[in-house]
Nanobody, 117 residues
């Protein structure tokens, strides 16, 4: 069974940076792709970034392109989301999702990111 744990959230001023971590344990070798989602106040959960395991393909939501960077450390079974030039509209709970090759999802508990002056 796959377990996902996020960390690294916090409060930052506009223009600041944060790095989120997503540690995957259990059957981490069976993970096909890892995604970061976020859900802001009153909003639907939206996909922020995705990285595939086999070839490392990456995609971003248009709203974060050029500001966020997703990466992975295979040795640590950890995926990171480096967030720069943060804006108040980036305020949300950020969730990590790991999907295996059978399409089964594992979700973390979420980590709060607050961007405010």
């Amino acid at each position: 069974q796959v377990r996902v744990v996020e960390s690294g959230g916090g409060s930052v001023q506009p223009g600041g940076s944060l790095t989120l971590s997503c540690a995957v344990s259990g059957s981490a070798f069976a993970i096909a792709a890892t995604r970061w989602y976020r859900q802001g106040p009153g909003n639907r959960r939206e996909l922020v970034a995705v990285i595939t395991t086999i070839d490392g393909s990456i995609n971003y939501a248009e709203s974060v392109k050029g500001r966020f960077t997703i990466s992975r450390d295979n040795a640590k079974n950890t995926v990171y989301l480096q967030m720069n030039s943060l804006k108040p509209e980036d305020t949300a709970v950020y969730y990590c999702n790991a999907r295996d090759f059978e399409g089964i999802d594992a979700w973390g508990q979420g980590t709060q990111v607050t961007v405010s002056s």
